[in-house]
Antibody, heavy 123, light 109 residues
Framework: QVQLQQSGPGLVKPSQTLSLTCAIS??????????WNWVRQSPSRGLEWLGR?????????DYAVFVKSRITIYADTSKNQFSLQLQSVSPEDTAVYYC?????????????WGQGSLVTVSS | EIVLTQSPGTLSLSPGERATLSCRAS???????LGWYQQKRGQAPRLLIF???TRATGIPDRFSGSGSGTDFTLTINRLEPEDFVVYYC???????????FGQGTKVEI
């Protein structure tokens, strides 16, 4: 059974970098059949997909256009986890952040979710 | 970019009734790329339906999805008390890759 366990600070100051990590059990971050995603949810913006990383002989990433200039998603194979970094945050980045894994075959949908991490951007 | 519009925003029903939730896409989409999620308060969304009409593992058969083109529907037959929560539709595109969520429909007693 795939389980995703999130960790990271719940409070980040404006202009700083938000960092979250998602530890994987029951699967490998290097699996060549799935992708590892980050999604966030806020009352004002609803659910938003932020981006993903996946391994197909090499590592690939896809990012949402609206955060592309300040987001990094990367995997750590030694710890079997993947991480989100969001730079230059503002109060509008306050949200519950989720790490997710998609289905292992077409069509790809977000099938496994972490527990969620509330991140507040405030000084 | 495709925009998903869900209606109604809130649906007021009673246990045992049928719920019909709509998700309309701003342009025609491949039904393989449309799914539905359920979110209970304080929990992560749960995948109910993918490919417009295929139930995910463990989802009761009172949940069904249908539709094509721009109009998609999630139907919940014989509402159970635990079904009174929020539902989202989701679309993804391959190139460039992106997921897009609808704004949600709340089913309330």
């Amino acid at each position: 059974q795939v389980q995703l366990q999130q960790s990271g600070p719940g409070l980040v100051k404006p202009s700083q970098t938000l960092s979250l990590t998602c530890a994987i059990s029951g699967d490998s971050v290097s699996s060549d059949s799935v992708a590892w995603n980050w999604v966030r949810q806020s009352p004002s913006r609803g659910l938003e997909w932020l981006g993903r990383t996946y391994y197909r002989s090499r590592w690939y990433t896809d990012y949402a256009v609206f955060v592309k200039s300040r987001i990094t998603i990367y995997a750590d194979t030694s710890k079997n986890q993947f991480s989100l970094q969001l730079q230059s945050v503002s109060p509008e980045d306050t949200a519950v952040y989720y790490c997710t894994r998609d289905r292992p075959s077409f069509p790809w949908f977000l099938a496994y979710w972490g527990q969620g991490s509330l991140v507040t951007v405030s000084s | 970019e495709i925009v998903l519009t869900q209606s109604p925003g809130t649906l007021s029903l009673s246990p045992g009734e049928r719920a019909t939730l709509s998700c309309r896409a701003s342009q025609s989409i491949d039904s393989n790329y449309l799914g539905w999620y359920q979110q209970k308060r304080g929990q992560a969304p749960r995948l109910l339906i993918f490919g417009a009409s295929t139930r995910a593992t463990g989802i009761p058969d009172r949940f069904s999805g249908s539709g094509s083109g721009t109009d998609f529907t999630l139907t919940i037959n014989r509402l159970e008390p635990e079904d009174f929560v929020v539902y989202y539709c989701l679309h993804y595109r391959d190139s460039p890759f992106a997921y897009t969520f609808g704004q949600g429909t709340k089913v309330e007693i």
